[in-house]
T-cell receptor, first 112, second 116 residues
Framework: GENVEQHPSTLSVQEGDSAVIKCTYSDSASNYFPWYKQELGKRPQLIIDIRSNVGEKKDQRIAVTLNKTAKHFSLHITETQPEDSAVYFCAASKAGGFKTIFGAGTRLFVKA | DAGVIQSPRHEVTEMGQEVTLRCKPISGHDYLFWYRQTMMRGLELLIYFNNNVPIDDSGMPEDRFSAKMPNASFSTLKIQPSEPRDSAVYFC????????WGYGYTFGSGTRLTVV
């Protein structure tokens, strides 16, 4: 079945720096890649997503890139702020069932 | 819309007791998912429904777990009998289908289950 690996498990950056989280997936039929942010004690919330028919998508300070050949996708956060501190999950799903497989999560700390 | 609504928010129960978790998805969403989150295992998909029909329950840990969706606005996850290792946060999520593409989930606030 599908497997999603996520790195790093923990990331600490200084406020204003950039943060990059990387994921790989195993099923080449996967075509939808969402990213979720989960603050402590809260629910995961969708922050950005990308479909396999595009290579990059940007929304203000966050962007996601997708390399279908290598089966890699990444989340980029620029000008990090303390409120970006949270656990970020990548995920992958494919048509026909919408079963989403989540990565293990990256705990991001942004130091003021 | 009030989003995905789960109840109760917290549940503490004794080992061997029956536990029922409830979920009301967003109106119009045709997919409903039950996930379990623990530090050790992360987010695990337990079961999901499409138009109230269970599609994949391969993630349900064992026969002690069962889930139903009697109508489009209500689902339950039942554990009977409960065990301490069932302690976790259980999330319900709902989603729209979008042709041949996946779609983002809206998660409920979760139920924190503690079995003592």
């Amino acid at each position: 079945g599908e497997n999603v690996e996520q790195h790093p498990s923990t990331l600490s950056v200084q406020e204003g720096d950039s943060a990059v989280i990387k994921c790989t997936y195993s099923d080449s039929a996967s075509n939808y890649f969402p990213w979720y942010k989960q603050e402590l004690g809260k629910r995961p919330q969708l922050i950005i997503d990308i479909r396999s028919n595009v290579g990059e998508k940007k929304d203000q300070r966050i962007a996601v890139t997708l390399n279908k050949t290598a089966k890699h996708f990444s989340l980029h956060i620029t000008e990090t702020q303390p409120e970006d501190s949270a656990v970020y999950f990548c995920a992958a799903s494919k048509a026909g069932g919408f079963k989403t497989i989540f990565g293990a999560g990256t705990r991001l700390f942004v130091k003021a | 819309d009030a989003g995905v609504i789960q109840s109760p928010r917290h549940e503490v129960t004794e080992m061997g007791q029956e536990v029922t978790l409830r979920c009301k998805p967003i109106s119009g969403h045709d997919y409903l998912f039950w996930y379990r989150q623990t530090m050790m295992r992360g987010l695990e998909l337990l079961i999901y429904f499409n138009n109230n029909v269970p599609i994949d329950d391969s993630g349900m840990p064992e026969d002690r777990f069962s889930a139903k969706m009697p109508n489009a606005s209500f689902s339950t996850l039942k554990i009977q009998p409960s065990e301490p290792r069932d302690s976790a946060v259980y999330f319900c999520a709902s989603s729209l289908s979008d042709g041949g593409w996946g779609y983002g989930y809206t998660f409920g606030s979760g139920t924190r289950l503690t079995v003592v």
